[in-house]
């Protein structure tokens, strides 16, 4: 009797011991991201005046708004990463007869030259060539058996529209109504 209540008393110290463990090594944990996530990119676009319903459009709905005090809205951003220290942000913005007066809060509000450089910076130019359609098996079968369409016309190439001073692939308006190069086509099932 006296060892079954010593095992006992023993198998629940080492469970109660085992759940005062905050961090268990190996074990993932999941990023927990709660509330609104607001950028400095959507503070810059805050300007004192702005109606409400602006206001709702660029931040989005407030997670908070005061019973008391319907002129100031609360957004709140909370992350914590798996094994780390939870991270809050909280952002105040509030109105004067219905126009926005002012943001405060624990987050820095960038001016609007600072956004602006942000965002020509983002600007880029993708060219993306054209791509030339393949058949499918059995016209490449027919092509490669001789009996396919052999010739095949090339569209000249972007470079070599715009050094001829053509801003567009469109025909030339020299009164012939003829098409220099064939326009490609798709098939829709």
Not at 72 to 90: A, D, L, M
Not at 148 to 159: A, R
Request: negative net charge.
């Amino acid at each position: 009797m006296p060892k079954l209540l010593i095992f006992i008393i023993g198998c629940a110290s080492v469970a109660l011991v085992a759940c005062s463990i905050e961090r268990v090594p190996g074990v993932y944990r999941i990023d927990i991201q709660q509330g609104n996530v607001i950028t400095q990119e959507m503070l810059g676009k805050l300007n004192p005046g702005m109606s409400k319903q602006q206001v709702r459009f660029v931040l989005g709905n407030p997670l908070l708004v005061d019973t008391f005090r319907p002129d100031q809205w609360h957004y709140i951003y909370s992350f914590k990463p798996g094994n780390g220290r939870r991270e809050q942000r909280t952002i105040t913005v509030w109105f004067e007869d219905d126009e926005l007066s002012h943001v405060s809060g624990n987050v820095k509000v960038s001016s609007q030259q600072e956004s602006q450089r942000e965002e020509e910076y983002r600007t880029t130019t993708i060219l993306v060539p054209t791509r030339q359609e393949e058949g499918g098996l059995l016209s490449g079968l027919m092509n490669a058996l001789g009996f396919g369409n052999v010739s095949s016309e090339e569209t000249p190439p972007e470079s070599d529209l715009l050094e001829k001073g053509e801003d567009t692939a469109l025909p030339s308006s020299k009164g012939d109504d003829s098409i220099e190069a064939p326009v490609p086509s798709r098939n829709f099932p």
